[in-house]
């Protein structure tokens, strides 16, 4: 094939993914608006017998395959991370696609997030239920590799990716695979060998042996929580109309398999008699002691103002938070792929998972090597290389030039941490960037739960955590000197702390850092949200 006939081909193909992306959000608007409909209302309906159960309902319309990324089985530990793992399978098409591999074929897809919702979109493939040729589409029980030709391109794929060729399987038959597991390769009813099912394609971050908790110890002064506490983080205090500040917030680091009895221990330490028990909220597991006997006067008792406002009812001495995230991290935080192209060795798809068991001793082992070289010296000449630089990018050339040094967004508070203080502005918008990410996960978990009820609209959702973002009220206050830090501290200091001691304190407003207008349109492009012009330019002007 020619330059000439390349370039036609290529121009031909994006007109039909625009094409392709176009019907797609077309039709995903109308599929989650009506997603608590019963199905003869729906003016889409599901189709049957599609795809197994995961991701609930799926749909078929003019030729594309749609389902929701949720996570159904409690394997991810929350849509949240569901999501995640369905933009690795999008990552992983990409990093296919541009090896440039004559004779593999990749389907269209695109992800639509909508009304906190993120749903897939696929185009539907000629396949059936003997095309299976590579991989696996049983959890690994069975592994095919009966097409040469394919066995060749993935392992030349594999090559320009930077993944090796391992030996697989989770029962007695074993394969070696030049790609992960659960990825699969079939031969269609038109000849073409298509590749799916590429969430995996990266290796995982190495598992923690420890993780770290956030501490709301109790408030030093009683104070009533009130069901409007609870609906608008404001706190009854002796002042009307503001937050008092409170002791502030702490980290307490836990080991993987011994975090519960050190929670047990750390609350029966100084407290009263009591059951340790948890509360489930949205964002994560509040642990607390529960006295023996219930306090006699609520306004004089040891009560916990911070960790009643998240679950809505009253808790009384420290309590314990831990936010979601920890369960099922191989499936969702993998590693970068500009990070595995700078390896000097090829890396197990993988690693740290039961697919990779036989070798492990040398697979993980690699992992960790390329990993903890980012942690402990790629992030520090990344910094190093943003000090010599003259001018301080914009907020997206920013990320670009981090995702591209491999460096993931989750480690934004290690990155952080590594900045000098004089280098208030890149220090500055590192915190809005991971503001504003803890909050887009809040605000999408919030629109998924109006979407099953009537009573709060998605409009008033978004313009109320807006206005407790940007605004100057008591709940403002409460948001950046309290809630919003527990969430940074969790989130991003698993390698470093996110957050100075002093900005830890609750007497200690982190909005004094920060450009509210940074603020404004890194969250309104991370949730979707769009401001008319002359709002931007007010906004502007006023702050």
Not at 167 to 194: S, Y
Not at 285 to 297: G, R
Not at 299 to 328: D, F
């Amino acid at each position: 094939m020619d330059a000439r006939t390349k370039f036609s081909a290529a121009r031909e193909l994006s007109a039909l993914a625009r094409v392709f992306v176009e019907t797609a959000t077309r039709i995903g608007r109308v599929i989650i608006d009506e997603r608590e409909l019963p199905i003869p209302y729906k003016s889409i309906k599901p189709a049957a017998g599609v795809g197994g159960i995961a991701g609930g309902e799926k749909y078929i319309v003019e030729g594309i395959f749609f389902k929701f990324a949720i996570d159904a089985f409690g394997v991810y530990g929350g849509d949240e991370f569901a999501a995640k793992a369905a933009a690795h399978e999008l990552n992983g098409l990409k990093a296919y696609y541009r090896c440039n591999v004559d004779g593999l074929y990749f389907p269209f897809m695109t992800l639509m997030d909508y009304r906190g919702f993120r749903l897939i979109a696929t185009t539907r493939l000629p396949l059936s239920k003997n095309s299976l040729v590579y991989g696996s589409a049983d959890g690994g029980a069975t592994i095919r590799k009966d097409d040469p030709t394919l066995n060749s391109l993935m392992l030349k794929a594999a090559k320009h990716i930077g993944i090796k060729e391992h030996v697989v399987g989770v029962r007695q038959q074993k394969e070696t695979l030049a790609a992960p597991t659960d990825i699969e390769g079939h031969i269609g009813t038109d000849g073409r060998r298509d590749v799916l099912d590429t969430a995996r394609v990266c290796p995982p971050e190495p598992p923690l042996k420890s993780f770290v908790a956030v501490v709301f110890p109790a408030d030093d002064e009683g104070s009533i929580v009130t069901q409007r506490t609870v609906r608008t983080w404001r706190l009854k205090s002796k002042v009307a109309g503001h937050w008092t500040p409170l002791r502030s917030a702490f980290d307490l680091e836990l080991t993987a398999d011994k975090w519960n009895h050190q929670i047990d221990t750390f609350l029966k330490a100084d407290a009263l008699p009591g059951l340790v028990t948890s509360e489930t909220f949205m964002e994560g597991d509040l642990y607390h002691l529960v006295p023996e006997n219930a306090p006699a006067d609520p306004a004089a008792a040891n009560v916990n103002s911070r960790a009643s406002t998240l679950v809505g009812k009253s808790i009384y001495g420290p309590a314990v938070l831990l936010l979601r995230g920890r369960k099922g991290t191989q499936l969702f935080n993998l590693l970068r792929y500009p990070l595995i192209k700078k390896s000097s060795v090829p890396l197990s798809s993988d690693a740290f998972t039961a697919f990779g068991k036989t070798d492990s001793h040398i697979h993980n082992p690699e992992v960790e090597n390329v990993f903890y070289e980012l942690v402990g010296r790629g992030i520090k000449t990344f910094v190093e290389t943003l000090e010599s630089k003259l001018s301080v990018p914009s907020r997206r050339d920013f990320i670009a030039q981090l995702q591209g040094a491999g460096i993931n967004i989750r480690l934004l508070g290690l990155v952080r941490s590594n900045l000098p203080q004089h280098m208030t502005d890149y220090r500055g918008m590192v915190l809005a960037e991971m503001v504003s990410r803890a909050t887009k996960n809040y605000i999408r978990a919030r629109l998924r739960t109006a979407s099953r009820s009537s009573k709060e609209s998605v409009e008033n959702i978004i313009v109320t955590h807006f206005n407790i973002l940007l605004g100057e009220s008591s709940a403002s206050s409460f948001f950046w000197r309290s809630f919003v830090k527990m969430q940074l501290a969790s989130k991003f200091g698993k390698y470093s702390v996110a957050l100075t001691p002093e900005e830890m304190s609750t007497r200690y407003d982190l909005r004094r850092q920060l450009s509210k207008l940074v603020l404004l349109q890194s969250l309104a492009e991370q949730v979707g949200v769009e401001f008319k012009k002359d709002v931007l330019e007010r906004f502007q002007r006023n702050s």
